[in-house]
């Protein structure tokens, strides 16, 4: 009993919660994923880290994102072989996820001095739906890009409870690595963080000061600097300005009310538990949840940054990750008080179970059946047939991101497959429909209800024959 005892404190289950990502480690590629993971690889054959580079595109195929992301990455690949690149770059997300979790911890220490609270609230943020089974550990920049901002909200938070410009110079240069990261709306979520963290007077008379008006001119040059005197990519500043414009395009009104219908309990469902925990508090002793300034801040902070992501037409939850640290925030401060209804230890149990079965059993199972172990079979297949052709791809969807990513991967030593010059004589191209690329097609490649197609010019079409 004693030993029970011991396993159950706080630490012990944060630890638990961190070494429960583990597992996401070795998943197969999902989604988009391989677009990081090519990035890496190309800029690391080209020996060009100031942009990233896809199918031999500089600025990721068109997308402009910057390299950061990458930067942690490339060292971690050369470290354990680049053929485990996804590894390397899964590393970094779970890292950024459970970093994120002790800012948290951190920021909960600065409000209410209480280690508790801290404890339970990073282990809230590893234990949330979303984060334990979803965004959590894919190899996209969002974590990191949450991870940064939330930093740099935490920072302008307890600057303004200091009334020290040094952690608000650290808030702004956080805010710039999330710029390097990922986008630009780093600054609107600081942004709005700080006219919410306005609304106490004090603070807002802190944040309007002088001295910190020229530290936020300082901060606005560091991503106009790196723009112009960083990237290689020249177009960067467009394409990430784009990136944003292009989600405010309503593409059907009927879809529209759709999502601000949906959006809303999709995101609850993924905020659980600790949505759950606020709502329920929130309708049984609303005056209690809303007496508590800090609780009412950051709930405010996570609703006002929702916000233009639910009025906006197009964007999944990923977006918005840097919300759910500041839901775990008041859950955790409500949760531990002694007027509590909810046993918080056993509910982390509860969650830690859920999420051991899921990334041990139905994760696995789920790519070995459907879909995830079908992209490196389709890779393998490829190279045992095709590997001593001129290979091409043009295929920038999900399916052909990963198996190109496991091509690659594979055989690190040669070029990065590339987009098909407009006049090439031979060669194979990877292809997402038959009539993508001119040429013959030499076959569909399905596995497990997916497919790419294979098209070839000149010799190429008869060596694949033989």
Same mark, same amino acid.
């Given at each position: 009993?004693?030993? +029970? ?14 070494? $429960?990502?583990? /597992? ?61 690149? +996804? ?76 009334? $020290? ?27 709005? $963080? ?11 008379? &802190? +944040? ?9 001119? +300082? ?93 906006? /037409? ?11 640290? &500041? ?16 046993? !918080? ?8 179970? !859920? ?59 040669? /070029? ?13 191209? !990877? ?23 294979? !098209? ?11």
């Amino acid at each position: 009993m004693k030993l +029970l005892a011991r396993l159950n404190t706080f630490p012990i289950l944060f630890a638990l919660a961190a070494l $429960s990502f583990i /597992p996401t480690l070795f998943y197969f590629y999902v989604g988009e994923e391989g677009v990081f993971t090519l990035n890496s690889m190309e800029m690391w054959q080209r020996h060009e880290y100031l942009s990233t580079v896809l199918y031999g595109t500089s600025g990721a195929g068109g997308t402009g994102r910057p390299p950061l992301f990458n930067w942690l990455m490339i060292p971690i690949a050369n470290l354990i072989e680049w053929e485990n690149v +996804l590894v390397a770059a899964r590393i970094v997300t779970v890292t950024a996820t459970v970093t994120t979790s002790l800012i948290i911890a951190w920021l909960a220490q600065q409000l209410w001095r209480d280690k508790t609270t801290s404890w339970v609230a990073s282990i809230l943020y590893l234990v949330t739906v979303d984060i334990m089974l979803d965004h959590g550990w894919q190899s996209y920049a969002d974590p990191l890009f949450a991870m940064f901002t939330v930093l740099a909200i935490s920072q302008a938070w307890v600057a303004c409870q200091r009334n $020290s410009y040094p952690l608000l110079i650290f808030a702004l240069i956080a805010a710039f690595a999330a710029f390097l990261t990922k986008a630009f709306t780093v600054y609107l979520f600081l942004g709005i $963080s700080m006219l919410v963290l306005m609304v106490d007077s004090n603070f807002r008379r &802190f +944040l309007l000061n002088p001295r910190a008006w020229v530290i936020y001119m +300082l901060g606005a040059l560091l991503p106009f600097v790196w723009l112009q005197l960083g990237t290689h990519d020249a177009a960067q500043h467009a394409k990430m300005s784009n990136d944003m414009v292009e989600k405010l395009g309503i593409l059907n009104v009927g879809d529209y009310i759709k999502r601000l219908l949906v959006y809303p309990m999709e995101m609850f469902l993924r905020l659980m538990p600790s949505s759950f925990f606020i709502a329920y508090l929130w309708v049984r002793q609303r005056e209690n949840v809303w007496q508590y300034s800090a609780v009412r801040m950051s709930l405010l902070i996570a609703l006002a940054n929702f916000l233009p992501y639910l009025i906006a /037409p197009q964007g999944g939850v990923r977006y918005v990750i840097p919300v759910f640290a &500041f839901v775990a925030l008041a859950a955790a401060y409500l949760v531990v008080k002694k007027s509590s209804p909810f046993k !918080i230890k056993k509910w982390i149990v509860v969650m830690l179970g !859920i999420g051991l079965v899921a990334r041990v059993v139905i994760i696995p199972y789920y790519q070995m059946l459907i879909r995830g172990e079908n992209y490196a079979q389709m890779a393998s297949e490829i190279l045992i047939k095709y590997g001593h052709i001129p290979l091409y791809v043009s295929n920038v969807t999900a399916v052909g991101l990963s198996v190109v990513a496991y091509i690659d991967s594979m055989r690190i030593n040669h /070029p990065a497959l590339t987009f098909p010059p407009v006049d090439f004589k031979e060669g194979i191209v !990877i292809a997402h429909s038959a009539t993508e690329v001119p040429g013959t097609l030499l076959r569909e490649l399905r596995n497990h209800g997916v497919s790419i197609y294979l !098209i070839c010019r000149g010799a190429a079409c008869e060596a694949a024959k033989n």
